[in-house]
């Protein structure tokens, strides 16, 4: 097994976590759940099996991150984001329901790209796929797949902007947008597309 | 006392637990909490005395059901989702409100009907009562009465249509609605209410 | 040290907790954390170093207070409060984003005022100053400054009224209100100031 840290009141059943990743207080990681190197998961959190995180990913506090979701690498998570994996859900133990749970036909996947970022108690409904560095603002629904690098709020969630790979907001004018961290992109087909100066 | 589970490291003080019943990790039940039979409840959930929590219920993960809260059989209750049993809430250790928590004039109940489901994230004002089967969105803000079968989403709630016992969306058209799954309704005075067609 | 109640299952690393205080199940408190007298804290939450939390407030379950928040004596934080501290947020192990996080640049503080009430699941948007006695309701996204005496609702927050120290709606009618409560207030350059009949 990698070398990683576990805090003394944390819960790792899972023998699927990368090397140098950090794990704190009170958070239980079940069986099969995948995390990769170098990650940061507060206190507090739930870490179903089945459910995939990439390397270099910070996932701030009272996070549950379910079978069906996958992180992919330098995802951040703020504080208490939701995520869901059943768009009608019932309580599997009511007898009018019980059917629906006989297999796994309720269930359904969500995706968050490489770098994106999710502010806390944002809220991702099943099924939708948030672009490689979006960022998703605090307290937004999010009910619609999300453009790479687009900025969204609200509830339901709308573009209100474009963000840098960096984080910082981002002015395009002209179809071109360049950040004070140097980055440059171009807008084409409504889609922004990182590409470097010659 | 019952037969039911608790997980070495969730505290359960309450006596009134029914058979069948499984608790998990870091959660906290208080004295005279009351849970049913057959319930599932996630981790870091808290349960206050006075709730009431009726069998086959669903909790998942860091859910709190305080006092004045009662949910009926088959209740699922999404992650995170926010009871509330104070309208106007002050800290009772704040001398210009110490007055207010003097008695227990401050406290209102909430209500959750047989059946019905309540999203990630959703807010219920206390005071408020969701009808049987009823089902409220994800981040969804209940400020009040839900009906039975009534699908509800948004910052405040509105009905945006039906749902079946079974959790499906129900198409209802010239007041007569059937789901896939066999279970049929029929609209009257802007209630649905299930028949059965002979 | 002063004396104050620690649940056998909370971690408390901070010296600097005042009298009184009680500190409830799973909840974690940080090395150098601000806790004043008289206050309540619920389970499941975690107080950064670096937070700074005054007297007699109560702090409700599951609630994450970073580095950077300021709550004023009498200060009440319902369940489930978001509070941020960094406006555009990227895992500082992202590789595209690690320069923004070399210094403490990224970072924001936040203020709640005396007195003032914070509903569950709330979300503080970093940079924002709650003013005294206001009440923020349940489920609100707070964006911008909110008044003194304010009543904010929705996402994003808007006023829709004022409040007594007391918590309770408050009726303003040709710029003067009067709680049930005995106290009184005026109202000039739409600001709430309480004042004493003579």
Same mark, same amino acid.
């Given at each position: ?12 059943? /899972? ?16 069986? %099969? ?5 170098? #990650?940061?998961?507060? %206190?507090? #959190?739930?870490?179903? @099996? ?11 506090? /009272?996070?549950?991150?379910?079978? @069906?979701?996958? *992180? ?21 133990? *009511? ?47 999010? /009910? ?21 790979? #960096? ?11 360049? #950040? ?19």
């Amino acid at each position: 097994m990698s070398e990683f840290y576990v805090h003394p009141t944390a819960i790792v059943e /899972s023998q699927l976590i990368g090397a140098g990743t950090r794990i704190w207080a009170f958070t239980h990681i079940l069986k %099969d759940a995948m995390v990769g190197k170098n #990650c940061n998961i507060g %206190d507090h #959190c739930f870490i179903e @099996g089945g459910a995939k995180i990439g390397n270099n990913v910070t996932i701030k506090n /009272s996070n549950m991150i379910w079978e @069906g979701v996958t *992180l992919e690498d330098g995802v951040f998570v703020g504080p208490h984001v939701f995520f869901t994996n059943d768009l009608y859900p019932r309580s599997p133990r *009511l007898f009018e329901a019980k059917h629906r749970y006989e297999n796994h036909g309720w269930f359904t996947n969500s995706y968050v790209g490489y770098g994106a970022s999710l502010g806390a108690a944002a809220v991702i409904l099943a099924g939708n796929k948030i672009g490689e560095f979006a960022m998703v603002g605090a307290a937004t629904l999010v /009910s619609k797949d999300i453009k790479p690098y687009a900025l969204v709020v609200g509830n339901p969630a709308r573009q209100v902007g474009w963000v840098c790979k #960096c984080g910082l907001r981002l002015s395009v004018k002209e179809n071109f947008g360049e #950040c004070d961290c140097g980055f440059t992109y171009r807008l084409e087909n409504e889609q922004l597309i990182p590409f470097e100066l010659t």
